[in-house]
């Protein structure tokens, strides 16, 4: 560097640190400011005639009867975290499995295979999923389990999956590549199987990207929306087995928010459902944060 | 004191990562519960050598190796068990693997793979391998905290109680004390004296006073060929056989 640029440098690092603050404080930003326009528009109502009770315990979901108004959210919650959950009972296994697998066992060439296999999957548009559960999987279900309908909660937990899937497999194989090899070779040099090294050794250490890789898995089930407003069946009520139809909070607001008219009740508790989805991954999120640091502090 | 019947022997040993041969062919013997130096600067193949005893050369794409290791007369390459191979020959490598379990869990794991249960016996041998690496005094009050949160040093010591923990016959110490301080270093020297009754013991080193204080033959290896092997008292002579041995030993070039 030449003399007279020497005395810029100063400036430069200190440009280049407020840049860097910037993009760390913009995230956090953003996601208040988000917050805070999700739940202005919802505030009116929340403090008037929100009865949380009902929201909470009701199944009656009536946003546009004439007569009796009725804003009864529990078969909605219910039915987000029925699918949510058999999703993730399919995909976590499965997507760990795979990527074990794509980590530990698989020879070097199928890997690579394997990898822009799965990274195709996971760009997979969410409405061409939503497309396969309304017709593939709705005819298969319909025929293998002889259930009346194939639009129901099983359907939607297996296109969920199917989504979830590839976001685990990547997320848990890098996590994986990342534990150093002097650990399996610490681990191998002790005697011990391919097996105890994976289940005693490479899980453990490996596990926060693990739980990461989980996290983001569920994030993306809860959240999803269009994908099971196609396969789930959209149907209000309790499901009492995973062939019956559900519907999600999610679900409910992409299908109802054009119909409601801005700032009407209907609008406003349709986002309060957006301030509950919000707080479930926000809790989801810290309970993540909790446990890891759990197991870490040992 | 040294039985004179081969714990190891290595015949005609060539081993190469790819087309890079890194061993060019050596044979040699290692006795019943010997202290047998390996010493010569870097790249000469000693941790090579050592991986390939323990076939842990194996996980490495591209390593091969033609000749023959045997351990107690078997071949390395035909054992039927592998596992029970590798829990014969306890390994230390240069700079400390902590396992990312507790110190505790870091001993006990090879006794567990290997299948105790109960917890009295792994809680004694949890503590005589402490004790001989010289670790037990430091750590006996906080066992269930994480290995990798003790000092370089400590962790080093983790790592030989660990290697001791199944009881090896044979025990590799790769350089072991470039990251421990020069009196904990005479303490495990101390301990390795001991072990000496019950294993046999290949002491890798670029400390040449580390052969000359502990070993009973030392092996001088340079750039993949065996320059020397003779009694300690030989290679630290001042007349080994050999001129380079010589002029390594005395720090005239490596």
Redesign the interface.
Known sequence: MTPGRRHLEPLKEWLIERFIWLCGVSAIFFVFAIFIFVFREGADYFFSGFKAGEFFTSIEWYPTSRTHVRYGALALITGTFSVSFLAMFLAVPFGLGAAVFISEFCP?RLKEGLKIVIELLAAIPSVVWGFIGLTIMNSLIVRLFNAPIGLNMFNGAIILALMSVPIIVSIGEDALKAV??????????????RW?MIF??LL??ARNGLLAAVMLGIGRAVGETMAVLMATGHSIRIPHGVLEPVRTLTATIAAELGEAPVHSDHYQVLFIIGILLFTITFVINITADFIVRGIGR? | MVEQTPKIGVRELRLSYGQHEVLHGISFEILRNEIFGIIGPAQSGKTSLLRAINRTLEFTAGARYSGSITVDGEEVGKVRNVYELRRKIGMVAPLPVGLPLTIYDNVAFAPRMGGIRQKGSIDDIVERCLRQAALWDEVKDRLHTLGTRLSGGQQQRLTIARALSHQPEILCLDEFSIAIDPVTTMRIEEVLKELRQQMTIILVTNLVQQARRLADRTMFLFEGDIIELDRSEVIFSNSPAQQKTYDYVNGIFG
Do not use: N
Request: proline content about 14%; hydrophobic content about 35%; glycine content about 4%.
């Open positions: 070097p150093p090899d002097s650990y399996r070779e610490a681990a191998v040099a002790l005697g011990c199987t105890q005693r050794v453990p250490a040992k």
